[in-house]
Antibody, heavy 119, light 107 residues
Framework: EVQLVESGGGLVMPGGSLRLSCAAS????????MNWVRQAPGKGLEWVSS????????YYADSVKGRFTISRDNAKNLLYLQTGSLRAEDTAVYYC????????????WGRGTLVTVSS | EIVMTQSPATLSVSPGERATLSCRAS??????LAWYQQKPGQAPRLLIY???TGASGIPARFSGSGSETEFTLTISSLQSEDVAVYYC?????????FGGGTKVEIK
């Protein structure tokens, strides 16, 4: 089955960090660019970060640049998002999303993992 | 950054009637525009890419049109299962950006 499953979310204090993971299955993971998109409670979608299949090219939203790091392990079919210096405004459901083979739209989404930043 | 503006914020449509959702880009995105559907409590799902190409498994009542800065998602005959928030996304330029969403309700 083609799917993405996120994990690693939870409650963290301001200034803290979490590593989110996304396990991919059912497709050739290394051939596709992967992405993180987040959604604050009751709000819309916000793109966070993207990485190409080989990991050569990486992109970040300004809101997370310098605090978050995206990476992937193609041998294990895993995508990661290392978050740091977390703020209350980072509270959101974080979705892992697969890009299409040729463009940066998202044709497969995981169910998401909730990150709550609060003291 | 390209700003995507969706209208209206909320759309109430009777079952079987047509729903028309708009998405405007602050500058040209050519045809690099996608639409997603997000039902309550669920992850988004791709509906349309390339402004007008339906994704796999999407019912034919969903269609997209437009180019450059003006785009439309049309649901030709609204069904109860179409109640959701619909988002547009441009992928022509970095950063990738989404519209604020249109909530579709049953009248």
């Amino acid at each position: 089955e083609v799917q993405l499953v996120e994990s690693g979310g939870g409650l963290v204090m301001p200034g803290g960090s979490l590593r989110l993971s996304c396990a991919a299955s059912g497709f050739t993971f290394s051939s596709y660019s992967m992405n993180w998109v987040r959604q604050a409670p009751g709000k819309g979608l916000e793109w966070v970060s993207s990485i190409t299949g080989s990991g050569t090219y990486i992109y970040y939203a300004d809101s997370v640049k310098g605090r978050f790091t995206i990476s992937r392990d193609n041998a294990k079919n895993l995508l990661y998002l290392q978050t740091g210096s977390l703020r209350a405004e980072d509270t959101a459901v974080y979705y892992c999303a697969k890009a299409s083979w040729d463009y940066w739209y998202f044709d497969l989404w995981g169910r998401g993992t909730l990150v709550t930043v609060s003291s | 950054e390209i700003v995507m503006t969706q209208s209206p914020a909320t759309l109430s449509v009777s079952p079987g009637e047509r729903a028309t959702l708009s998405c405007r880009a602050s500058q040209s995105v050519t045809s690099n525009l996608a639409w997603y559907q997000q039902k309550p409590g669920q992850a988004p799902r791709l509906l349309i890419y390339g402004a007008s190409t339906g994704a796999s498994g999407i019912p034919a009542r969903f269609s997209g049109s437009g180019s450059e800065t003006e785009f439309t998602l049309t649901i030709s005959s609204l069904q109860s299962e179409d109640v959701a928030v619909y988002y547009c996304q441009q992928y022509n330029n970095w950063p990738l950006t989404f519209g604020g969403g249109t909530k579709v309700e049953i009248k």
